[in-house]
């Protein structure tokens, strides 16, 4: 039998599909749609049904989020999980993708308050990235791994541990125990912005969202303040 269905985002070893007309699939369809598909198969393939959902975004590729019915969210890839990254700017990655599964589209205003955030910074814990001691920082061979072993000097961690880190202003790391309001705004600034590109396939960032790191875009923090 053949459908008009609508190609969804896929992966190497899955496929979603909507109706042409977005309406919803009763259980029953959904029952015969995955027995036609394993018929129609190699015996060496076998289909199975991953789940139902309303609202699927391709953010980019292998990166999607898949709304349930119930209004739960799935994420998937790492680029959304944003596992890495600081705690301010996953939750920025949130933020923009719930104002996409509401209709909203005010990105560029949840985009600003991370800014105006960046330019007064009292919680540091919110901007710091993690780091692991590994044999590599404590025999460092790069300029990157000599920062952190400079940043645990004198302290008591040791290979395996794991620390939470920002750049003061002079460039150098620094623990976030030891944050005492000095911190490098223009690369709290950069990572924001390098942030926001990872919607670029779905958005038009250059116009969303600006890169304040920039010269010629300075003197418009002075409206954040």
């Known amino acids: 039998m053949q459908y008009n269905f609508l190609i969804a985002p896929t992966d190497t070893d899955s496929i979603s ?4 007309d977005l309406s919803p699939f ?3 369809e959904r029952i015969s749609l995955l027995k036609e598909l394993n018929d129609l198969s190699p015996d060496m393939m076998i289909w199975e049904d991953d789940g ?7 953010v980019r590729a292998k990166n999607y989020v898949l709304q349930k019915e119930d209004g739960s969210i799935v994420y998937k890839g790492s680029g959304v999980k944003a596992p890495n990254k600081e705690i301010a700017l996953r939750e920025f990655i949130n933020k923009i993708i719930g104002a996409m599964l509401e209709g909203k589209e005010n990105y560029t205003e949840i985009y600003n308050k991370y800014v105006k955030e960046a ?4 919680d540091i814990s919110r901007w710091t990235s993690k780091k692991t001691i590994t044999p590599s920082v404590l025999n460092p061979k790069r300029a990157n791994e000599q920062k952190v072993l400079n940043c645990i000097s004198g302290t008591e961690y040791v290979e395996g541990d794991k620390i939470r880190v920002f750049f003061k202003s002079d460039e150098t790391l620094s623990l976030q125990e030891k944050f005492d309001g000095d911190y490098h705004l223009d690369k709290m600034l950069e990572k924001l ?20 790191k920039l010269k010629k875009n300075k003197k418009l923090l002075e409206e954040f303040k």
């Open 17 to 20: 599909y909507c109706k042409s």
């Open 26 to 28: 009763t259980k029953e």
């Open 52 to 58: 139902y959902y309303k609202t699927i975004i391709a």
């Open 119 to 122: 330019l007064s910074i009292k």
């Open 193 to 212: 912005y390098k942030t926001s590109n990872l919607f670029k396939f779905i958005l038009n960032t250059e116009e969303l969202f600006l890169n304040y």
